[in-house]
C-alpha cells in the first residue's frame, strides 16, 4: 500500500491478484452470502462469471445442507460456504412473554392463536456436525459471521486447507480475527444489509460505515481486507480498492438477480422508494440487522427492548409474517437490505457480477 493509503499502482493489483488466486477466482468479488433470498444457483451462477458465489448455511438442516454442497461440488467451481458462530443463548421465559404480549395485537389481527407457537432458534451456530458433514466435501471457502468456530472446529476446517474469513465491525474485532486465525477479514460497514457481524461488543455506537472502517482496518492487520457494506456499481469497488481493500463483497445488488429466491413482494420493496429507508432492527431475529423500514419497524421498534436475545425472536414472528404475505403486505417480513439499493436490478447474476468487476480496472 502507498504511503497515502491509496494502494495504487502494482501493489493494488497485487493485492487482488493474491486475493483471487487463493479464493481460486477471476476476481477478487465475493457474492455475500443471504439466507431466505438465495441457495447454490444463485452461488454457481456467481462462480461461473468468475467471482466466490456464497451459500449461507445457517438456517439449513444437515440434509437440505448435504443436498446443496452436493451441487456446489459437482460443479468444480470455487465457492464459500457461510455460517454463524453466535452463542445460543438460555431461554428466558419472562423475556419471551414480554416479547409474545408486544405480538399479541397483531396475531389477534389476522385471527391467530399466539399460545399455538413453539418456541425456537431459527438458526444455529457452526457444531461439530456440521463440520463433519463439510470433511466429506473439503469446500474451498469458508466465511463465519459473528466471530470464529471453537478452536478445535477451526483447526478441523483449516485442515483440508479451506480458506477462511470472517466478518469485522470494528478494528478491534478485525485484529482479534487475525489473531486467531481468520486468513482474511470482511470489514463490514454500518451500510451493509442483514445481520451486523459484531460480537466483541453490542453497542451499536461503536459501528462505523464502510469508508471509515475500511482504511483503519488495513492498517491494523496484514491479512486481506474484503470491503463490505453500501458497494454497489463498478464505482464503489473502484473506491473500496483505492482505500486499501484486496478484495469487495456484495449482497444487496444480487438481491434480485434472476437466480434469487426473493419473493414477489419483497423484489417489489427493493425496487421502490421505500428501499431508501433501512434502518437496524431486531425486531426479526432479536440481534440487529439492517432492513427495509416497514410496520413492525416503526410500531415496535426499529430496536425494540421486548424482543428476547438473537436469534430467539424468530419463532413468533413467523406466523405473523406467512398471514400478511397470504394477503399481499410485509408487514412483518424481514426486507433485509443495504442502504444502496440503487443497483438491485432484475438481471442474471453473472451480469451483475461483470457490472461489479469493471471497478477493478482503471
Known amino acids: 500500500m502507498s504511503a497515502d493509503g491509496s494502494g495504487g499502482g502494482i501493489h493494488h493489483n497485487g493485492r487482488m491478484n493474491a486475493l483471487a488466486e487463493r479464493m481460486g477466482t477471476r476476481w477478487p468479488l465475493i457474492q455475500a452470502p443471504m439466507a431466505g433470498a438465495q441457495g447454490?444457483?444463485?452461488?454457481?451462477?456467481?462462480?461461473?462469471?468468475?467471482?466466490?458465489?456464497?451459500?449461507p448455511c445457517a438456517m439449513l438442516a444437515p440434509d437440505a445442507l448435504?443436498?446443496?454442497?452436493?451441487?456446489?461440488?459437482?460443479?468444480?467451481?470455487?465457492?464459500n460456504l457461510n455460517f454463524f458462530c453466535h452463542t445460543q443463548p438460555a431461554p428466558d421465559a419472562a423475556r419471551e412473554a414480554t416479547w409474545r404480549a408486544a405480538l399479541k395485537p397483531y396475531y389477534a389481527e389476522f385471527g391467530l392463536d399466539i399460545d399455538a407457537v413453539p418456541a425456537g432458534a431459527g438458526r444455529v451456530p457452526f457444531s461439530a456436525e456440521a463440520a463433519e458433514l463439510l470433511a466429506e466435501f473439503k469446500p474451498p471457502v469458508l466465511s463465519f459471521h459473528f466471530g470464529l468456530p471453537a478452536p478445535e472446529l477451526l483447526a478441523r476446517v483449516k485442515s483440508w486447507g479451506a480458506f477462511v474469513l470472517s466478518s469485522a465491525t470494528t478494528v478491534r474485532e478485525a485484529r482479534w480475527l487475525e489473531q486467531h486465525g481468520a486468513d482474511a477479514v470482511i470489514a463490514?460497514?454500518?451500510?451493509?444489509?442483514?445481520?451486523?457481524?459484531?460480537?466483541?461488543?453490542?453497542?451499536?455506537?461503536?459501528?462505523?460505515?464502510?469508508?471509515?472502517?475500511?482504511?483503519?482496518i488495513v492498517a491494523a492487520v496484514r491479512v486481506p481486507v474484503i470491503a463490505a457494506g453500501g458497494i454497489a456499481d463498478a464505482a464503489g469497488v473502484r473506491a473500496a480498492l483505492?482505500?486499501?481493500?484486496?478484495?469487495v463483497q456484495a449482497g444487496t445488488a444480487y438481491l434480485c438477480a434472476d437466480e434469487a429466491s426473493t419473493s414477489p413482494l419483497y423484489r417489489a420493496a427493493l425496487q421502490s422508494e421505500a428501499a431508501r429507508h433501512t434502518a437496524l432492527t431486531n425486531c426479526f431475529t432479536g440481534?440487529?440487522?439492517?432492513?427495509?423500514?416497514?410496520?413492525i419497524m416503526r410500531e415496535l421498534g426499529p430496536i425494540s427492548p421486548a424482543a428476547p436475545a438473537f436469534p430467539l425472536a424468530s419463532a413468533a414472528i413467523a406466523p405473523l409474517r406467512a398471514a400478511a404475505e397470504k394477503a399481499g403486505r410485509t408487514d412483518f417480513t424481514p426486507l433485509w437490505s443495504g442502504q444502496n439499493s440503487s443497483r438491485c436490478m432484475s438481471a442474471p447474476a453473472a451480469e451483475i457480477t461483470r457490472m461489479l468487476a469493471a471497478g477493478l480496472s482503471g
Request: proline share 4%; hydrophobic share 45%.
Open 40 to 55: 447454490s444457483r444463485m452461488a454457481l451462477a456467481v462462480s461461473g462469471a468468475g467471482a466466490l458465489g456464497s451459500l
Open 66 to 79: 448435504r443436498a446443496e454442497l452436493a451441487l456446489l461440488a459437482a460443479s468444480a467451481l470455487p465457492y
Open 188 to 216: 463490514q460497514g454500518l451500510e451493509a444489509g442483514g445481520h451486523r457481524g459484531h460480537f466483541l461488543s453490542h453497542d451499536l455506537s461503536e459501528q462505523q460505515g464502510s469508508f471509515a472502517l475500511l482504511p483503519q
Open 242 to 247: 483505492t482505500l486499501g481493500a484486496s478484495g
Open 287 to 295: 440481534g440487529p440487522a439492517r432492513g427495509i423500514l416497514n410496520r
